[in-house]
C-alpha cells in the first residue's frame, strides 16, 4: 500500500476506534499501529481533551479546502491536486492514484503522510465522536471516545490476585518473585508474569482426597491461569476460581464467581464443566466466556468456538459459536441469541465494551476495575453508552468522558464516585 493509502487507512481505523466499531481484525491492527510509533500514541493522547478537539474541529470547519490545496501546490512547485473525495468507513482501502494527475505522489507528500493522517482521523473520527458526545441520539445513546493511556500512580494494578491451598494457606502472587515455584499435594505450581501454571509432578496416589485451589483476582486486577489439564482461563476483576489440583474422575469441575474467559484443552472423555451462580456449562472443548457476577442480574455464558451446553434446574439448551445464553436469577429459563462476541470478550483485551449499556451497568464495571463504590442520587435521567475505552485510561479521563454527554456528572471521594445529575444552565 502507498504512503499516502497507508496514513489514510490507518485514519480510518482510527476514527472507527473512537466510534467503537472495529473488528477482531481491525482491532489486531490498530495495536499495531499504536505500538509503532510513539507519535501515535501521542495522537490519541488528544482525545482526552475535549476542549482541544472542538478547537481543532472549528479549525477544520473554517478552512476552505479547495484554496488550501492550490496554495500548497503552488508553494511547492508540484503538480495541482484537489481535496479527497468524503469517504465512509465502507471505503476499500485501493492501490489507485488518489490525484488528479498521472504523476506519482510527490516526495513532499510522502514526508507528510503521518499529518495527514492526523488531520484525517480529526475529520473522520474524532469529528464524529465528538458530535455524538455533544449531540446524543435518542434516547441518550452516547459513543464514548476511547482513552487509552499509560498506567499511572493510583491506576488499578494488571495482575494482582491471591492463592488459596488446600490447607488454607493463601499466597499474595503479586508479592512473589517472578518465577517462583510451590510444591505441594503432587503438584507444581510456577507464577510468572501474571500466569500461574499448575504441572502434575508424579500419579496421584490412591484413594486420597482431591485438593482444591482458589484463585481470587481482587477489584481492580484480572490474572491467568494454566490448570493442570492444559486448560487456560483468564479471570476479569473480582472474581475467582476454585478448581481441583488434579482433574481425576469422570468429569473436569471447576467453579466459577465472577467472570472468566476458558480455552478448554479437548478431552472427550472427561468434559469440562464450569458452575456458576446456578448455571452449569459443560464443554469437550471449546472457548468461551462466562459472566456470573452476583451484582448482575443473571450468569451469561458466550460461545467463540465449538460448542456448550447450558444447564439450569433441569433445563438444557446446546450453544453454537456466536451464540449467548443468559440465565436471569430467580428464573429457571435459558435464554440464546447472538452474542455481541467482542463486547462480551473485550475486558481481556483490556477494554471496556459499551453497546447501549445503561448507566449503572457501565458503573458495575468501572466499580469493579478501579476498585470503588458507587452510589446514586436519587432521581437521575436515563442515559445509554455505545463505545469502547481503554481499561488502562484513569478513572477520572473515564469519568470525564462520561460527563461529556450532558447528562450526569460525577463526585469521586477516595473510594466513592457519587453520580448526580447535571445542574441545569441558569435560565433554562
Given amino acids: 500500500m502507498k504512503p499516502t493509502q497507508l496514513a489514510l487507512e490507518e485514519a480510518r481505523l482510527l476514527g472507527r476506534y473512537l466510534r467503537g466499531e472495529l473488528t477482531a481484525a481491525e482491532a489486531q491492527a490498530f495495536g499495531q499501529w499504536l505500538a509503532a510509533d510513539p507519535r501515535n500514541a501521542a495522537l490519541l493522547e488528544q482525545v482526552q481533551d475535549a476542549d482541544a478537539l472542538r478547537a481543532e474541529l472549528a479549525f477544520f470547519a473554517a478552512l476552505k479546502p479547495d484554496a488550501a490545496w492550490q496554495h500548497v501546490a ?16 465502507d471505503t476499500p482501502a485501493q492501490d489507485g492514484n488518489l490525484f488528479t494527475t498521472d504523476k506519482p505522489a510527490p516526495a513532499w507528500w510522502q514526508r507528510t503522510a503521518w499529518r495527514v493522517a492526523a488531520a484525517a482521523t480529526l475529520l473522520l473520527g474524532l469529528g464524529t465522536a465528538t458530535y455524538e458526545l455533544t449531540h446524543p441520539a435518542a434516547p441518550s445513546a452516547v459513543a464514548v471516545a476511547p482513552v487509552p493511556a499509560a498506567p499511572a500512580a493510583g491506576e488499578p494494578a494488571s495482575a494482582r490476585a491471591q492463592l488459596k491451598l488446600a490447607n488454607g494457606q493463601v499466597l499474595n502472587l503479586d508479592e512473589l518473585r517472578n518465577g517462583s515455584v510451590w510444591t505441594g499435594d503432587g503438584i507444581r505450581v510456577a507464577q510468572r508474569g501474571g500466569v500461574v501454571q499448575y504441572e502434575s509432578v508424579g500419579p496421584a496416589k490412591a484413594g486420597a482426597a482431591v485438593a482444591y485451589h482458589t484463585l481470587a483476582a481482587p477489584r481492580g486486577s484480572r490474572y491467568q491461569l494454566v490448570l493442570p489439564d492444559g486448560s487456560r482461563v483468564w479471570l476479569n476483576a473480582a472474581s475467582s476460581l476454585r478448581f481441583p489440583t488434579a482433574f481425576t474422575g469422570a468429569q473436569r469441575r471447576v467453579e466459577l464467581t465472577g467472570q472468566a474467559y476458558f480455552e478448554v484443552a479437548p478431552n472427550k472423555r472427561q468434559p469440562f464443566r464450569v458452575e456458576a451462580n446456578g448455571t452449569t456449562v459443560q464443554v469437550l472443548g471449546t472457548h468461551f466466556d462466562v459472566m456470573a457476577y452476583p451484582d448482575e442480574p443473571g450468569v451469561r455464558t458466550t460461545l467463540l468456538e465449538g460448542s456448550v451446553a447450558i444447564e439450569r434446574d433441569g433445563r438444557t439448551a446446546r450453544l453454537r459459536p456466536g ?29 471496556f465494551a459499551f453497546r447501549g449499556h445503561s448507566l449503572p451497568e457501565v458503573m458495575r464495571q468501572l466499580g469493579r476495575w478501579y476498585n470503588v463504590d458507587v452510589q446514586y442520587a436519587a432521581s437521575l435521567p436515563e442515559s445509554h453508552y455505545s463505545g469502547l475505552i481503554s481499561r488502562r485510561s484513569t478513572l477520572p479521563k473515564v469519568l470525564e468522558m462520561l460527563t461529556l454527554t ?21 435560565g433554562r
Fill in 74 to 89: 503552488r508553494q511547492t512547485g508540484q503538480p495541482t491536486v484537489r481535496p479527497l473525495a468524503p469517504f465512509s468507513d
Fill in 406 to 426: 450532558g447528562e450526569v456528572r460525577f463526585e469521586q471521594t477516595g473510594r466513592t464516585v457519587r453520580v448526580e445529575p447535571k445542574t441545569p444552565a441558569p
Fill in 323 to 351: 451464540q449467548q445464553a443468559t440465565c436471569a436469577l430467580g428464573s429457571t429459563s435459558i435464554v440464546v441469541g447472538p452474542a455481541d462476541v467482542e463486547a462480551a470478550v473485550a475486558w481481556k483485551q483490556d477494554l
